[in-house]
């Protein structure tokens, strides 16, 4: 067996774990998150929400089913860093054209093996989400701790111009052309604009900076907004758009990142979580039908709504904001964080987990069907309108 270099990670608070470096050698800081999927590991690497951060895998076996060219989420690996247990030392899927490790390496995602995870995890539950440095070139750790200290915190933290698109472009609709949807581009995954193709939706997905009047100027019948990381609270040109959006009653719809956008163009603040919620296991409470859906979660800050936060269950009725009613209509069944979002007097609705599912599970893709009757209906009333 080749034996690996000396690794180590030291958390802000000074707690250290020793390890084996993985995938490039090196060193690399960020804010350390743990992902609870057994399954995944691809798209969680490649999902833009994940920039500047450290993933610490929960699952002890990574690595087994290698990689292909299918599943990326994006162009490129996004996490800041990667931390496992157990590597694969041969993966094996008829669909793998290469290795996890290799990978890493060839993008110079710096990583750590051999970690006690089980530990790692239930110290950030504990003490919550951190920054974080892992290093292959110093095992020095009071001289890494000193860098951990120095490196920028997540609050605060203005992201989506360094992961949207440079130019606009389009993903066709499959099959029978219904409808054209304009999607900010905070940070998207490539599994979205594919479940709206599948409905007959044609995506154009636009930088970023882009105005309503360049989201609109692609014949949109309705916007979206798309996840991505960093701070909400930083976000003021996309909620300036949200907000115009609502004016104008163009049909909106935010999936994480864009939830948040859309909460705060609505008029509600947003907070960070003590750890926040990564994974493909968490139950959520649809209001509007009554039933639970295990869901897939990528985030770090919330919707903060009168009456929520700190556990508080939310109360099941109409708010009051500028643009007219809202509800919340999706919640945790772990945290009662508010998950969703319904405008009740505009064609506008928000989750704040991942209906597009990559990898799984699927129980909530219902929400694409749901926008594309949003849609529908909002069209329909503007044609009798202008009869």
Request: overall charge negative.
């Amino acid at each position: 067996m080749v034996k690996r270099r000396p690794a180590i990670l030291v958390l802000e608070d000074g707690r250290t774990f020793p390890g084996e470096a993985y995938g490039s050698v090196g060193e690399t800081f960020g804010e350390a998150v743990f992902n609870t999927g057994m399954t995944g590991y691809q798209e969680t690497l490649t999902d833009p929400s994940y920039h500047r951060q450290v993933v610490v895998q929960t699952a002890p076996h990574i690595g087994n089913t290698g990689v292909n060219g299918e599943d990326d989420e994006s162009g490129r690996i996004w996490v800041a860093g990667y931390v496992v247990r157990d590597p694969a030392r041969i993966g094996s899927n008829w669909r793998a054209t290469g290795g996890l490790e290799d990978r890493l390496a060839t993008e110079g995602v710096v990583g750590i093996s051999g970690v006690d995870t089980r530990a790692l995890t239930r110290h950030l539950r504990e003490r919550g989400a951190m920054r974080v440095g892992i290093s292959s070139i110093d095992n020095d750790p009071q001289s890494l701790l000193a860098r951990v200290r120095q490196a920028p915190q997540m609050v605060g933290a203005d992201l989506s111009a360094e992961v949207s698109t440079a130019e606009p472009y389009v993903v066709e609709a499959l099959g029978e052309h219904r409808f054209t949807v304009a999607a900010l581009d905070l940070g998207i995954k490539r599994n979205v604009p594919r479940r709206l193709a599948t409905r007959g939706v044609t995506t154009h997905v636009l930088p970023a900076s882009s105005s309503i009047d360049q989201m609109l100027a692609t014949g949109a019948d309705a916007i979206f907004l798309s996840p991505g990381p960093g701070d909400p609270a930083t976000a003021d040109a996309p909620v300036a758009l949200a907000q115009e959006a609502l004016r104008r009653e163009v049909p909106l719809f935010g999936i994480c990142f864009g939830s948040q956008i859309l909460g705060r163009a609505l008029g509600f603040g947003t907070y960070k979580l003590g750890y926040g919620h990564r994974g493909i296991n968490q139950p959520v409470l649809d209001r509007v039908t009554g039933k639970v859906e295990v869901t897939s979660h990528n985030h770090g800050f919330a919707v903060q709504v009168p009456g929520s936060g700190n556990g508080a269950v939310v109360p099941d009725q109409v708010i009051d904001t500028d643009f007219g009613g809202v509800r919340v209509s999706h919640v945790c069944l772990n945290d009662n964080v508010v998950e969703g979002l319904r405008a009740v007097d505009l064609p506008a609705f928000t989750v704040q987990y991942h209906p597009e599912a990559a990898a799984g599970p699927h129980d909530a893709d219902y929400l694409f069907d749901r926008f594309a009757d949003l849609i529908e209906g909002r069209t329909h009333s503007k044609g009798r309108s202008n009869a």
